[in-house]
């Protein structure tokens, strides 16, 4: 038997969709109001890229990314996946980036026009990752600390910076700002489609616009 | 002499004497049979200790992390187990907070004489097989284990030799290798020829019988147990049979007391000479009852396991 085909999705992931749900529901019942705040943050964060103040904008997520890190992944998913430290680091690794790109102003769009494709693009997945994803759970049954959150959680804290991204950065940084967020993306649509759940369309569909997005701003000139 | 005449007691009389002593000392037992069930349990490793054939395995279902609510309800669910005459409980440093759930479950519940607590080392948990070893017996919350196994071979030929050190020593009393999907078969034979080992895990179950070739015959001859993982195949074998609306057969029912699909994949398993005991997964109270039921007799014979593999070959 060959042994890598012997290999299914399912035996990468150590734990039950069960056991999944209740963890993201204890961020919430966690960390309850603080959700409030992070929505704030993340409002305003796109509000200063939309006003050109990026270096601000790219700022303000850094210490969520920072949260999010230590909070969800070593804190707690840590204890169900050996890979959940490692994922915290990569985490801390971006929140270090958007630090780094927002001292040093590199690679920033500082004029971005909100009728091009890219921008609209970003703008649309930055809404849905602070407004419609924290909806999802509740509409479709589940209980207000099922929402997953901007800040507190990690899927919408990174659909919601890879939408800053394409509102806020051009070029290479672009593409090295979006590559921690598209990782997680693709872990996390894998690991839900292992646990059966719907949620994987959705970050693939992010994924895929988020995609078409970087290629189109990397190829069109600059107005 | 009229006396003893008068006080004689008739056959009818002694009869009913003898029936009364009978069941006066035969019903508590059987009471107590019908509450812990009849677990059928087979000898292993050479030896004349037993072992009950229906276990319970940990993989995904006992890595709950630190959430109380589901730690409660792990802890149901390894009572369930106990109560039904269970015994072996297989985990590793792979299944994340499995080892830690069943420390907070034995600690709830203390720790049953039937226990046979069974760990792996797997290298990529880190520290030397002494550590790993003494770090999970504190994660456990258990003075030693039963079975330390090499989990699926890697780094095999250190951890081994560390592990029959500890044998030797009195820190554990078994130890085995594992694999799982099939894999590695020929290197896992090439061991078992080799090394003095107690306890080999495969996979083994109704749709994935090619353990039965080369390794369950070895293992008879070598008098090594087998451990059965991945019973309902990760749970797709039960799934599946759901989707289907497959009918259990009558058939089953009469030849081995089939009840349900889990009787019919277990029993086809535990039936079979060389495997010691299966270790199904589960986080439900319900379905660990339904695995346990199916540790019962009857078993199927020869002819009915050869009529069962039929059937599934036939859905």
């Known amino acids: 038997m060959n042994e890598w085909t012997s290999y299914q999705l399912q035996d990468f992931i150590p734990f039950t969709a069960e056991v999944y749900f209740r963890l993201l529901e204890r961020m919430g019942e966690t960390f309850w109001p603080l959700h409030l705040l992070t929505l704030a943050l993340g409002a305003a964060t796109l509000a200063l890229a939309l006003k050109h103040r990026t270096r601000l904008a790219c700022l303000l997520p850094a210490p969520l990314w920072a949260f999010v890190a230590v909070a969800f992944f070593i804190q707690r998913y840590a204890a169900l996946n050996w890979a959940g430290g490692y994922a915290g680091d990569t985490f801390i690794a971006q929140a270090v980036l958007l630090v780094v790109i927002a001292l040093t102003g590199w690679g920033m769009d500082k004029t971005p026009s909100r009728t091009s494709p890219p921008v609209v693009m970003g703008i649309a997945i930055a809404l849905f990752g602070l407004i419609l994803m924290p909806l999802m759970a509740p509409l479709s049954g589940g209980s207000w600390y099922q929402t997953e959150v901007f800040g507190?959680?990690?899927?919408?804290?990174?659909?919601?910076?890879?939408?800053?991204?394409?509102?806020?950065?051009?070029?290479?940084?672009?593409?090295?700002?979006?590559?921690?967020?598209?990782?997680?993306?693709?872990?996390?649509?894998?690991?839900?489609q292992a646990l059966d759940s719907t949620g994987s369309v959705v970050l693939f569909a992010v994924l895929a616009i988020t995609l078409v997005g970087l290629v189109?701003?990397?190829?069109?000139?600059?107005r | 002499m009229n006396y003893r005449i008068k006080h004689r007691i008739t056959r009818r009389q002694s009869l009913k004497l003898i029936g009364a002593t009978l069941a006066a000392v035969t019903l508590p037992t059987a009471s107590l049979l019908a509450d812990k069930g009849e677990m059928r349990q087979k000898a292993f490793a050479g030896t004349d200790k037993k072992l009950p054939v229906i276990g319970m395995g940990t993989w995904r279902t006992f890595n709950v992390g630190n959430d109380p609510q589901l730690l409660?309800?792990?802890t149901e669910v390894v009572k369930a187990f106990f109560d039904h005459g269970g015994g072996l409980i297989d985990s590793s440093p792979m299944y994340g907070s499995a080892p830690d759930v069943m420390g907070y479950a034995l600690q709830q519940l203390g720790t049953p004489e039937s226990l046979f607590a069974a760990e792996k080392v797997w290298s990529p948990a880190g520290g030397s097989t002494r550590e790993q070893v003494a770090e999970l017996k504190e994660r456990w919350k258990v003075e030693h284990f039963d079975l330390v196994q090499v989990h699926n071979l890697a780094d095999w030929r250190e951890h081994l030799a560390a592990l029959q050190e500890m044998k030797a020593e009195g820190n554990i009393r078994h130890v085995g290798i594992t694999t799982s999907h099939g894999r590695r078969h020929s290197e896992i034979e090439q061991i078992m020829t080799s090394e003095d080992i107690d306890f080999v895990q495969l996979t083994y179950n109704i749709t994935h019988r090619e353990a039965e070739n080369r390794l369950l015959p070895l293992a008879e001859e070598r008098g090594i147990g087998?451990?059965?993982?991945?019973?309902?195949?990760?749970g797709s074998l039960i799934k599946n049979?759901?989707?289907?609306?497959?009918?259990?057969?009558?058939?089953?029912?009469?030849?081995c007391g089939c009840t349900t699909w889990a009787d019919f994949l277990l029993k086809f398993i535990v039936s079979h000479p060389a495997i010691t005991c299966a270790i199904p997964a589960t986080t439900q109270?319900?379905?660990?009852?339904?695995?346990?039921?199916?540790?019962?007799?009857p078993m199927p014979s020869p002819d009915a396991r050869q009529r069962m593999t039929d059937y599934i070959g036939s859905l």
């Open chain 1, 216 to 222: 189109w701003k990397s190829i069109k000139p600059k």
């Open chain 2, 226 to 234: 087998v451990i059965a993982n991945r019973p309902y195949d990760g």
């Open chain 2, 72 to 74: 409660d309800a792990r």
């Open chain 2, 241 to 255: 049979l759901k989707r289907r609306d497959a009918p259990l057969p009558e058939w089953a029912n009469e030849e």
């Open chain 2, 285 to 297: 109270v319900e379905h660990m009852r339904e695995n346990m039921r199916a540790g019962h007799s």
């Open chain 1, 152 to 192: 507190i959680h990690a899927d919408p804290t990174a659909v919601t910076t890879l939408g800053l991204a394409l509102i806020m950065l051009r070029g290479f940084a672009l593409w090295i700002a979006a590559i921690i967020p598209a990782l997680w993306l693709v872990v996390s649509g894998l690991t839900l």
